[in-house]
């Protein structure tokens, strides 16, 4: 299957009435799996390598790119690249050149114009290019350095002057969700997310998903949500993965041993995502 455009999805998911799933990649592992899970689940998904995993990986964004991108092109069905939660500007500009077809561009760290002025910028630079470039409108809870609360809400009309100054493709928008959560407990507001979907041109995003229970996402789709951003839940089921195995055979130096099976449940955790949602 080629590797396709993460803006095609979201258009032909909006179309419809349904979401595209994105889950974080942080390895190559985590790649795989998420291509497995969507196998197993028959449906398209967007496989997002962050800012934090790229420094994670020595600030070098091209070789888990590349590895991600032959994954996708490997699977049996569509998978997008998109760089997620871009602060750098250096960073940005290198997602043409590592074959991402979108950027969520993060300046909400920004006063109000600030972030309009250079989200605009992003714009500008990555429709040049044929990028597909996402935003964020205030905070979403749970990252470091946080200026709101966790109960801060996206203002429509807000929202929808954002959209119109800055030109972005989506928008990420607060309703509820929390980055990082280890337990699915959140609860959203589904009227803010009819009202959002109203006032706002463009597909609405949802972060923090993984504390979300899969009945609120069904009707985060239903109030008008697009994309939905996963990946604690990955990495819970990773590591549990791994202390499971290690614990039943504690002399294993063998990384595959662990592995494998930590591979499986993350790919098992996405397939019960897409289809609980999709």
Same mark, same amino acid.
């Given at each position: 299957?080629?590797?396709?455009?993460?803006?095609?999805?979201?258009?032909?998911?909006?179309?419809?009435?349904?979401?595209?799933?994105?889950?974080?990649?942080?390895?190559?592992?985590?790649?795989?799996?998420?291509?497995?899970?969507?196998?197993?689940?028959?449906?398209?998904?967007?496989?997002?390598?962050?800012?934090?995993?790229?420094?994670?990986?020595? #600030?070098?964004?091209?070789?888990?790119?590349?590895?991600?991108?032959?994954?996708?092109?490997?699977?049996?069905?569509?998978?997008?690249?998109?760089?997620?939660?871009? +602060?750098?500007?250096?960073?940005?500009?290198?997602?043409?050149?590592?074959?991402?077809?979108?950027?969520?561009?993060?300046?909400?760290?920004?006063?109000?114009?600030?972030?309009?002025?250079?989200?605009?910028?992003?714009?500008?630079?990555?429709?040049?290019?044929?990028?597909?470039?996402?935003?964020?409108?205030?905070?979403?809870?749970?990252?470091? #350095?946080?200026?709101?609360?966790? #109960?801060?809400?996206?203002?429509?009309?807000?929202?929808?002057?954002?959209?119109?100054?800055? #030109?972005?493709?989506?928008?990420?928008?607060?309703?509820?969700?929390?980055?990082?959560?280890?337990?699915?407990?959140?609860?959203?507001?589904?009227?803010?997310?009819?009202?959002?979907?109203?006032?706002?041109?463009?597909?609405?995003?949802?972060?923090?998903?993984?504390?979300?229970?899969?009945?609120?996402?069904?009707?985060?789709?239903?109030?008008?949500?697009?994309?939905?951003?996963?990946?604690?839940?990955?990495?819970?089921?990773?590591?549990?993965?791994?202390?499971?195995?290690?614990?039943?055979?504690?002399?294993?130096?063998?990384?595959?041993?662990?592995?494998?099976?930590?591979?499986?449940?993350?790919? +098992?955790?996405?397939?019960?995502?897409?289809?609980?949602?999709?």
């Amino acid at each position: 299957m080629t590797l396709v455009r993460t803006g095609d999805l979201i258009g032909e998911a909006r179309a419809a009435g349904r979401a595209v799933l994105a889950f974080n990649v942080i390895t190559v592992e985590h790649a795989e799996a998420v291509a497995a899970g969507a196998e197993a689940a028959g449906a398209p998904a967007v496989l997002q390598i962050s800012e934090n995993a790229v420094r994670f990986h020595g #600030g070098r964004p091209g070789p888990l790119a590349a590895a991600t991108a032959a994954v996708a092109r490997a699977a049996a069905v569509p998978l997008a690249l998109h760089l997620d939660h871009v +602060e750098s500007e250096e960073l940005l500009r290198s997602a043409a050149v590592h074959g991402f077809g979108s950027v969520m561009f993060d300046a909400s760290r920004l006063p109000y114009a600030e972030n309009v002025k250079a989200t605009a910028e992003a714009v500008r630079w990555g429709h040049a290019r044929g990028i597909w470039v996402e935003a964020e409108l205030g905070r979403i809870g749970g990252k470091a #350095g946080d200026a709101h609360t966790p #109960g801060v809400r996206t203002d429509p009309a807000e929202a929808a002057a954002y959209v119109t100054d800055t #030109g972005v493709d989506a928008l990420a928008v607060a309703v509820g969700s929390t980055h990082a959560m280890t337990e699915r407990t959140a609860t959203l507001d589904h009227t803010l997310i009819a009202a959002l979907r109203t006032a706002v041109p463009v597909p609405l995003v949802l972060h923090g998903s993984s504390g979300v229970p899969d009945e609120e996402l069904r009707r985060a789709v239903r109030s008008g949500i697009t994309k939905i951003n996963v990946g604690t839940a990955l990495n819970t089921a990773y590591s549990a993965a791994v202390r499971a195995y290690l614990e039943t055979h504690p002399t294993v130096v063998d990384p595959r041993k662990y592995l494998a099976p930590a591979r499986r449940a993350m790919a +098992e955790t996405v397939t019960a995502y897409l289809r609980a949602t999709c």
